[in-house]
């Protein structure tokens, strides 16, 4: 027996061999659990409502009337101001003079344009109906006005619907509207 343990401790540990080849790739494993889902994304931008519309008109046709001293044009917005506009949708209208100092600005209707020279002012005012929106221009002095002049003048119409969603936005101003609502 003691020559066993001797044979034992006199062993020497040899140098490596060579890397074997590597064997097969074993069997694809189960797939796991499905994750949990991760948090909702923020909402995107709202899209433009197709049912707010707006229409340009250049005005220059306008129509002395003597019983009320007055001068009319009247627009045909039949195709954007229709009967559910009339009954419960909002219609906004905006005039651009032309002598204004900064010809780019437009004034919501109605407006008044006071003439210091003259101590009087001028009034354009709008009314609308299913057949159509009148523009009327005024004196304070109610003589005949100078024939007006010609005016640009934008027609926004908004459905009640929409509208009520957006009541903190400032309607006199044309660029903020038309943002709002994507129209060009």
Not at 18 to 33: E, H, L, Q
Not at 40 to 69: I, L, P, Q
Request: proline fraction near 4%; glycine fraction near 8%.
């Amino acid at each position: 027996m003691f020559v066993f343990l001797f044979t034992i401790s006199a062993c020497k540990d040899g140098l490596d061999g060579i890397n074997g080849k590597d064997g097969k790739d074993g069997a694809n494993g189960k797939d796991g659990a499905n994750g949990k889902d991760g948090n909702n994304g923020s909402n995107g931008a709202n899209g433009k409502d197709a049912s707010v519309m707006s229409k340009f008109y250049t005005v220059s046709n306008w129509a002395y009337d003597n019983e009320y001293t007055w001068y009319k044009a009247s627009l045909n917005t039949s195709s954007i101001i229709t009967p559910s506009i009339v009954s419960s949708g909002v219609v906004l209208v905006y005039a651009q003079f032309p002598n204004q100092v900064s010809s780019n600005s437009w004034n919501p209707l109605p407006h008044a344009y006071f003439y210091q020279s003259s101590s009087y002012f001028s009034k354009i005012t709008f009314a609308m109906n299913q057949s159509g929106l009148s523009l009327f221009w005024t004196d304070s002095d109610r003589l005949q006005p100078n024939y007006p002049l010609t005016l640009n003048i934008r027609v926004v119409a908004i459905p009640g619907s929409i509208a009520t969603g957006y009541r903190n936005i400032d309607y006199n101003n044309l660029d903020l509207v038309l943002k709002t609502f994507d129209l060009k």
